[in-house]
């Protein structure tokens, strides 16, 4: 953890001013700048971590299982995932279910880094307050593409 000097802590307190157009307390000043080495602390950490990802998929370009011991979430359909049920390329961490359909095709890999280029069907429900059989019905008249996961991956073959 960052050591914090006394000027550090002044000159976040004159930033803040600026920015805010008020004074803090020097309470409130160190807080807020420890808080502020932390987020720097954090994002140098996950920076690091990055371009060592980055670097080993270079060696391994196709992909990679990550390390064991942490838990990590699918950029796709966001179930917690460790060890041996992850893979990471270059388009980032996912379960080996949804990296079965981008490499199947049941998905476009653009689904990993577009969030906003596909909706699941428990959104438009949520959301929309579209009941699941008029989903079921724009999909039979292809007013929406399903794209289904789970039919398109033989269980069998992840294991």
């Excluded at 000097?5 to 307190?13: A, D, G, L, T, Y």
């Excluded at 060696?59 to 992850?86: A, F, M, N, V, W």
């Amino acid at each position: 953890m960052v050591q914090l000097k006394p000027e550090q802590v002044e000159e976040f307190k004159r930033i803040y001013k600026k920015a805010h157009g008020k004074e803090l307390t020097d309470e409130e000043a160190w807080e807020g700048a420890r808080s502020l080495a932390r987020l720097a602390e954090i994002a140098f950490d996950a920076y690091v971590e990055d371009t060592r990802r980055k670097q080993r998929l270079e060696k391994e370009p196709k992909g990679y299982h990550l390390e064991e011991g942490r838990t990590y979430t699918c950029c796709i359909c966001h179930d917690s995932i460790s060890g041996q049920q992850t893979w990471y390329d270059k388009s980032g961490i996912k379960c080996l279910l949804c990296q079965r359909a981008i490499d199947r095709r049941v998905i476009p890999r653009s689904a990993c880094t577009n969030r906003d280029s596909w909706v699941p069907a428990w959104m438009i429900t949520r959301d929309l307050h579209i009941h699941t059989s008029t989903i079921q019905k724009y999909i039979r008249t292809g007013e929406l593409k399903a794209r289904n996961i789970l039919e398109a991956v033989n269980y069998e073959t992840l294991h």
